[in-house]
């Protein structure tokens, strides 16, 4: 898609850099991106707030199970897996709080930057969107990390068999 609209423009509006300024189109363009990121945006809220939910639930199912099943396991040793249960839901929601803290950032102030005509405000959104973009890529590239380790792992335990 292309357009003769420029990023930069040389009228007077939001100053950027250097006497530039954001164009028209470029403006509209970030605005709706900020609109749209805000469906994205209440998306993730609701998965934050199942990630919430989820331990209780699933702490309160695992200690049923362990009751009903008598399975032997110690007061310790049950504790303990609680314990172990609390963190890894702790570890998930830390992991999706950082990017959804920034992302509201950008679909909250870009907007009203532009709105405005307040540049500091606009680039700190933008900046915002930035860190989210830049800890999502690291976020796959240690996933695609612990996947390549697995399969490894797996091809070695075939192979040794």
């Known amino acids: 898609m292309t357009t003769d609209d420029y990023i930069l423009d040389d009228g007077a509006g939001l100053g950027l850099s250097r006497g530039e300024t954001l164009s028209a189109g470029a403006a509209a363009a970030i605005a709706r991106a900020a609109r749209f990121g805000k469906y994205y945006l209440y998306a993730l809220l609701a998965y934050l707030a199942i990630s919430l939910l989820t331990p209780l639930l699933g702490i309160g ?9 008598g399975d ?29 803290i920034m992302f509201w950032g950008f679909t909250h102030k870009t907007p009203a ?16 969107l930035r ?6 890529g690291v976020f796959t590239l240690v996933v695609l990390a612990f996947y390549a380790v697995a399969a490894a792992l797996i091809v070695a335990v075939g192979l040794a068999q």
């Open 61 to 69: 199912a695992t200690a049923e199970a362990f009751e009903e099943a």
């Open 72 to 100: 032997g396991l110690g007061g310790q040793d049950r504790a303990a897996m609680l314990g172990g249960l609390i963190f890894v839901y702790a570890m998930i929601l830390a992991l999706y709080l950082y990017p959804t």
């Open 113 to 128: 930057g532009l709105a405005a005509d307040a540049q500091a405000t606009v680039v700190e959104g933008l900046d915002n």
């Open 131 to 136: 860190s989210t973009v830049k800890y999502i």
